[in-house]
């Protein structure tokens, strides 16, 4: 079992930066890989962001790259995402979540196997 407790989240105007955390405590070592996601009111979970736990690979929907930076601290368990120039259409529950399975730029969310509670962010225009 892998917990994941997400943080950082709150209401901003556009143009401004949050960064979220995500800590993972439990069977860590099982980790390949932690992702961000993020679900708006009505619509689908949609892929945010990707990193490999054990190399320097990430992976970004479009429609962040350029304004959103994934990053981990292995010493502390965590994922962060710096996100910068926030768009109202950035609003939206975000999660993280652990892969432990796959290695490659996975992007459904059926195949992430652990998640966490979800932070809200709100980016006002």
């Known amino acids: 079992q892998v917990q994941l407790v997400e943080s950082g989240g709150g209401l901003v105007q556009a143009g401004c930066s949050l960064r979220l955390s995500c800590v993972a405590s439990g069977r860590t070592d099982s980790t390949n890989a932690m992702g961000w996601f993020r679900q708006a009111p009505g619509k689908e979970r949609e892929f945010v962001a990707r990193i490999r736990w054990s190399a320097s690979l990430s992976y970004y929907t479009d429609s962040v790259k350029g304004r959103f930076t994934i990053s981990k601290d292995i010493a502390k368990n965590t994922v962060y995402l710096q996100m910068n120039s926030l768009k109202p259409e950035d609003t939206a529950v975000y999660y993280c979540?652990?892969?432990?399975?796959?290695?490659?730029?996975?992007?459904?969310?059926?195949?992430?196997?652990?998640w966490g509670q979800g932070t809200q962010v709100t980016v006002s225009s």
């Open positions: 979540a652990a892969d432990i399975k796959g290695w490659g730029y996975r992007r459904q969310a059926s195949e992430y196997k652990y």
